[in-house]
T-cell receptor, first 116, second 117 residues
Framework: QQQVKQSPQSLIVQKGGISIINCAYENTAFDYFPWYQQFPGKGPALLIAIRPDVSEKKEGRFTISFNKSAKQFSLHIMDSQPGDSATYFCAARHLGGYSSASKIIFGSGTRLSIRP | EAGVAQSPRYKIIEKRQSVAFWCNPISGHATLYWYQQILGQGPKLLIQFQNNGVVDDSQLPKDRFSAERLKGVDSTLKIQPAKLEDSAVYLC???????????????FGEGSRLTVL
C-alpha cells in the first residue's frame, strides 16, 4: 500500500501551545519521511525530515518523533506561533526498484490555525 | 538562486476545452515532477521525469493528460479535453535526485490554479 494516512484534518491551537500532527504508513519500502509546510497560494516547502533509523529529530521548535515498529510518525510544534498557521503534509519516499523510480507520496494534510 | 517558475498562475476554462501549463525547474535539477492538488487534499503525483525521460506516469490519466520535458529542462503539462474534476492546483517540483543516499528534497513552484466550468 503506497499510502500515508494523516490526522487530524484540521487543528486549532492557542499561541504558545503544542501542535501535534500524526501520520501512519503500511509500506516498509518507505525509507525517508519529510514534512512539508504550505502557506496559502504557495507551493509546499520542506520543513524537517527523518530517516527510520532514528527515533527523533529536532530542529528549533519542530520535532519529528518516529516509531518504526508501529509505522507511525508525528510532528510536534512547540511554543506554536500565529506564523505557524499553515497546512502541513507528512510524506514518505517510496524506494524504487529495478523497473520503477523512487517517489515522494504525500498525506492528505492538516490545516493548522494558531489562535493569538 | 531562482526557484521553480510556473505559468500561468490562474486559468479558467470551460469543460472540454484544452489548457497547457509550463514549468521551468531550478537550474541543474535533473528530476522534475507534476503534482495535482485538489482543494483540501495532499499533492498527488501525476508524472515524474529524470532528465527528459519519463520514469513514472502511473497516475497520469493518459486519455486526456500529456506532458513533455524537451531537452531535459522545462516542461509542459497539457489537458485536453478538460473535465470538471480537473479543477485543481497543478504543482511543478524539481529535485537534484531522489534515489540512493541523496534525500531528494522537492522544491515546488507556486502552482497553476485551474478552474473548469
Amino acid at each position: 500500500q503506497q499510502q500515508v494516512k494523516q490526522s487530524p484534518q484540521s487543528l486549532i491551537v492557542q499561541k504558545g501551545g503544542i501542535s501535534i500532527i500524526n501520520c501512519a504508513y503500511e509500506n516498509t519500502a518507505f525509507d525517508y519521511f519529510p514534512w512539508y509546510q504550505q502557506f496559502p497560494g504557495k507551493g509546499p516547502a520542506l520543513l524537517i525530515a527523518i530517516r527510520p533509523d532514528v527515533s527523533e529529530k529536532k530542529e528549533g521548535r519542530f520535532t519529528i518523533s518516529f516509531n518504526k515498529s508501529a509505522k507511525q510518525f508525528s510532528l510536534h510544534i512547540m511554543d506554536s506561533q500565529p506564523g505557524d498557521s499553515a497546512t502541513y503534509f507528512c510524506a514518505a519516499r517510496h524506494l524504487g526498484g529495478y523497473s520503477s523510480a523512487s517517489k515522494i507520496i504525500f498525506g492528505s494534510g492538516t490545516r493548522l490555525s494558531i489562535r493569538p | 538562486e531562482a526557484g521553480v517558475a510556473q505559468s500561468p498562475r490562474y486559468k479558467i476554462i470551460e469543460k472540454r476545452q484544452s489548457v497547457a501549463f509550463w514549468c521551468n525547474p531550478i537550474s541543474g535539477h535533473a528530476t522534475l515532477y507534476w503534482y495535482q492538488q485538489i482543494l483540501g487534499q495532499g499533492p498527488k503525483l501525476l508524472i515524474q521525469f529524470q532528465n527528459n525521460g519519463v520514469v513514472d506516469d502511473s497516475q497520469l490519466p493518459k486519455d486526456r493528460f500529456s506532458a513533455e520535458r524537451l531537452k531535459g529542462v522545462d516542461s509542459t503539462l497539457k489537458i485536453q479535453p478538460a473535465k470538471l474534476e480537473d479543477s485543481a492546483v497543478y504543482l511543478c517540483a524539481s529535485s537534484l535526485a531522489l534515489s540512493g543516499s541523496k534525500t531528494g528534497e522537492l522544491f515546488f513552484g507556486e502552482g497553476s490554479r485551474l478552474t473548469v466550468l
